[in-house]
């Protein structure tokens, strides 16, 4: 089993649509979470953390479920900015040792 | 703003070759990694480093080694190139404590024929 598993997508939904992600984990001492944004032919850059209590950044809400190993990304009202793959990562052992998913692919369309 | 450069965007190497990737950090990060990113497998970590001169080894180190001689320096070495060693590889670094952003270059897109 991967460390950490993704939904490789892609997920190809119309402008204004909700969209949501799900990446699951197997390290349960995992402490720290994140979803980083990749565009075509760039690096990755954070997009944000994800902490217990859930955290919400304008149309982006992250959520994490330690029972079930689960993180979450919901992202509302899409833009076609948002056309890009996402990344969940999340920390193996010591809080700078991360791994990163395979990332789903998102496809705003007009 | 925090600068992450890597020394090529991209290098085509032949097989046998000694290849020599660099990134330089400008945020005074004391953690520094290496990355390569493949279609359909993520990014998976070669290297890291969370000191000068100190390193440990990742998912996959086989076929690399990694020199960390300045703080704001991680080389990543091939011995001696492969053709699947060929990818996209990524240099990444971050501070020790508090909040552990990883900030990522460019990217160097490597082929070896």
């Known amino acids: 089993r991967k460390e950490v598993e993704q939904d490789p997508g892609p997920f190809n939904v119309p402008e204004g649509a909700t969209v949501a992600f799900n990446c699951t984990y197997s390290n349960s001492a995992s402490q720290s979470f994140f979803w980083y944004r990749q565009d075509c032919r760039k690096e990755p850059k954070l997009l944000m953390s994800?902490?217990?209590s859930g955290n919400e950044d304008g149309r982006f809400t992250a959520q994490l479920n330690r029972a079930s190993q689960y993180i979450s990304l919901l992202i509302r009202d899409s833009k076609l900015s948002d056309s890009a793959t996402y990344l969940c990562v999340v920390n193996r052992r010591g809080l700078n040792d991360m791994r990163f998913g395979a990332g789903t692919r998102l496809t705003v369309k007009p | 703003d925090v600068k992450v450069t890597q020394s090529s965007r991209y290098l085509v190497k032949r097989t046998g070759e000694k290849v020599f990737l660099e990134c330089v950090q400008d945020m005074d990060h004391e953690n520094m990694f290496w990355y390569r990113q493949d279609p359909g497998l993520g990014l998976r970590l070669i290297y890291f480093?969370?000191?000068?001169?100190?390193?440990e080894k990742g998912d996959i180190p086989e076929g690399y080694s990694v020199s960390r001689e300045k703080k704001e320096r991680f080389s990543l070495i091939l011995e001696s190139a492969s053709t699947n060693q060929t990818s996209m590889y990524l240099c990444?670094?971050?501070?020790?404590?508090?909040?552990?952003?990883?900030?990522f270059g460019p990217g160097t897109r490597l082929t070896v024929l």
């Open positions: 480093s969370y000191d000068v001169k100190m390193k």
């Open positions: 994800v902490y217990s």
């Open positions: 990444a670094s971050s501070w020790t404590s508090g909040y552990n952003e990883q900030f």
